[in-house]
């Protein structure tokens, strides 16, 4: 070991100039590649705000332009903050430019992965109608993150007919992919319910169907909070699945009526916990005849979430506070628990008390500080 | 017992040889698992979950036990975190300065009837405030006990699912909580946790709550700790978060499903390394329930915080880290070589046994032994000499390869800030380096005088850190 001690110190000195050499090259070009990025990020910004601020459209522009990401950027980000009138012209610079064309040309099957995600993500902040049919041959794109984009690009556009497609889609990526085309969807808006519905519709039929991706298209119709879509969530509610009944019923707080009443009624005695704290919460939202008793009923159930939810809806319901103060004067130590802490938040245990110490206080509110007062 | 010295010189230097290989092999590592998680990054648009109705909420929680120096930079801070959901729960631990009252002036609090769920049993909470102003802020006043207990407090305070525990003066990067939280999104049926990259603030240049210009501090025992970050930050945890052996989510910045640190009970308080027991236990838990998780790490989930600016403060910090790990390696023993426990009992704890727990000790005999051995001329001066200096560019090789990891964040690319960086690489083992293992010793033999906490004299971060 001592014989090759002379080598082995002359391979580790060597080994530490040579990485001391790659360190201090590598931040030094580190710096200048940042410094020229930011020089030409600036120079973009400055020319695209010039045209704008001219109402100007040049009649050419250098080719370079059309095919650099820092160009792409500046155009999206100045797209982003302008509206109106503004962002059509920064549509016509960018189509007069080129870039629509190069960005199309750089998201083909032939660039590299990490080329295609950039032009795709350009693509789609900067895409016009133009582009829509490019954008919905990404949807069949190798990488994921690229049709991740592409579906935002055709959301963006309102492409209603590629939602039965995009959902598709969505059986074959990662959560976290999903969960970005789900983003895209809700960003539609109501225009998308009608397609949603009728894929869900097709979808739950399916024996071979996505269980993970139907409770998703729930989710995204929850969010966009259209009242047609509530047929297809009540089938929903109505399925043997708990995870699609929870999806169900946490949308049904946004879009349900009337019509949701009963089934989520009937949810309040279903044997997943989850099911029981959403349709409370369904039920405090919507309101209607009946709802409150049986709401009421959910304060004795065993899961403190499902007791909250349901404390939390009967003082949104006509008389809930009145089934609240039952409760608390009531034997169940856990029903009087989560109503005490009800009645804290929502200020009839403060102004109960309050109206007993200016002498002013009603049997109820004498009762009520009392029942507090003993849990 | 020229034999006996040299034979343990030997020793010595073999663990050190053994030492660096195995934190070469994590750099490597880490290497392979950074350049994946750049290229997802990068394809991944983490950006997009910021606008995301489907982004899981996340609950801030912070203890402050004398904080007033920091305490409204940094919670201002982290209000300006961008994330579609979250909140902010402060658990004053019965602070004996201004904290609480710094706290209601800057941010409008007004006490309110707020019910706490007790799951983890902590000390009595006195009152809970929520702020006027539009920020999702609540402050549970409570009585002191501790750090752990205080994280308790704010965990049974918080009202959503993930929780993510750090520090009264850390500065939390803009970015740092969707980096993370993009991992539990990838993956939210075992992704049970995920650690930050915490790093040294002090000499930062600051803006509107926000690190607008990272720099490396001053100091020689600043700088020290910048490389130790770095080490640990970027060259090791990325290899343990990819084979699941995270021995630790760090106190600064980690997340945690709610469920989960209900189940295991919260922190424990008065244990001077909570977070390493706390990680320790959910490891534990989770694998004697047979359950598929994992803990993994974002290294782009960046948090800065203060490190020590002095050499007394750095030498209680040192001494209390020591004595949580000495606690730990002594409530972990069964974990040791358990093969049961999978990675975190045949590897991960094994390793932080031999070359954390150990490292010290075996140190310390080779700075009497060798010094003995030369007297005695049981080593050859030359061989001494040569293997000093191959120790010391051992060492620099580590921290090298760190740095050049740590690049991919393109921080202290100025010349200035990289020559101090070098200096340090080289001069850091002569001397800030055995003063640790001498407070490290200290802690496993110093008796009773170093079993206390001892006060973190805050400074504040907006003090250490140079105004823009």
Known sequence: MLSSLPTLLGATTAATVALTGVLVVTKLAHREVQRWRGTRSAHYLAAIGEMLSRRMIPQSTPKAWATDPLFWDALAEYRLLVTGADREHIDRLAAQAGVHRALVDRSRRRFPASRRLRAAARLADLATPLQRQHLRSLLADRSPQVRTQAVRGLARLRDIESIPAILDLARRVSPWEAARIADALVTIGLAATGAICDWLDREMERPDCSEETVALAGRILGSIGDPEAEPTLLRMLRSPNPEWRVTAASALERTGGPNAIEPLLEAIDDHSWQVRARAAVALGAIGGPGVTRAVAGLLYDPVWWVRQNAASALSELPGGTDHLIAALEGPDPYAADTALNQLTISGVLAEAAERVRAGVASEKDRRLAAAAAST | ?468
Request: charged share 20%; glycine share 6%; with cysteine.
């Open chain 2, 1 to 468: 017992m020229r034999h006996l010295l040299s034979s343990v010189s030997l020793v010595v230097w073999a663990y050190f040889v053994a030492m660096q290989l195995w934190l070469l092999a994590l750099a490597i590592g880490s290497a392979v698992v950074l350049r994946r998680q750049r290229r997802q990054q990068l394809f991944g648009r983490t950006e997009d979950m910021l606008t995301s109705h489907l982004a899981p909420p996340v609950s801030i929680v912070v203890p402050a036990y004398n904080e007033a120096a920091g305490i409204v930079e940094s919670i201002k801070s982290m209000s300006m975190v961008s994330y579609p959901r979250f909140e902010i729960v402060v658990a004053n631990d019965g602070s004996t300065d201004d904290t609480l009252q710094k706290l209601i002036e800057a941010f409008d609090l007004y006490p309110v009837p707020y019910p706490l769920r007790t799951n983890i049993r902590t000390e009595r909470v006195r009152q809970v405030y929520k702020s006027r102003q539009p920020i999702p802020l609540t402050v549970v006043d409570k009585e002191n006990g501790g750090r752990a207990d205080a994280l308790n407090a704010a965990i049974n305070a918080a009202r959503y699912p993930y929780v993510l525990a750090t520090d009264a003066d850390v500065i939390i990067d803009g970015a740092a909580l969707v980096h993370a939280m993009r991992l539990v999104s990838e993956d939210r049926k075992r992704v049970v946790g995920v650690g930050g990259n915490v790093r040294p603030i002090n000499g930062c240049r600051l803006a509107y709550g926000h690190v607008v210009d990272p720099r490396v501090p001053d100091r020689i025992i600043e700088r020290y700790q910048l490389l130790e970050y770095v080490r640990s930050f970027v060259a090791s945890r990325p290899a343990w978060s990819a084979i699941n052996g995270l021995p630790i989510l760090s106190g600064a910045f980690g997340i945690w499903r709610r469920d989960v640190v209900v189940a295991v009970g919260g922190y424990t308080p008065g244990h001077l390394g909570e977070d390493l027991d706390l990680t320790m236990r959910a490891h534990r838990y989770l694998r004697d329930a047979g359950q598929d998780y994992r803990l993994v790490y974002s290294p782009a989930a960046v948090v800065w915080t203060e490190v020590p600016p002095t050499r007394k403060i750095l030498r209680r910090q040192r001494i209390r880290w020591h004595r949580g790990l000495m606690t730990a390696v002594r409530d972990f023993r069964s974990t040791t070589f358990n093969p049961r426990h999978g990675t975190i009992g045949m590897v991960t704890w094994p390793s932080m046994v031999l070359f954390e727990y150990l490292a010290p000790i075996v140190e310390f005999c080779g700075w009497l032994a060798i010094p003995l051995a030369l007297l005695t001329g049981a080593v050859p001066w030359l061989t001494a000499a040569a293997f000093f200096v191959l120790a010391i560019l051992a060492g620099a090789i580590t921290s090298l390869v760190a740095l050049l990891l740590d690049e991919r964040f393109g921080y202290f690319n100025d010349p200035r800030e990289t020559l101090k960086l070098l200096t340090t690489v080289f001069v850091e083992n002569l001397g800030v380096r055995q003063l640790t293992v001498w407070w490290r010793i200290r802690a496993m033999f110093g008796g009773r005088s170093t079993h206390q906490w001892g006060d973190m004299e805050r400074r504040g971060v907006a003090r250490l850190a140079r105004s823009a």
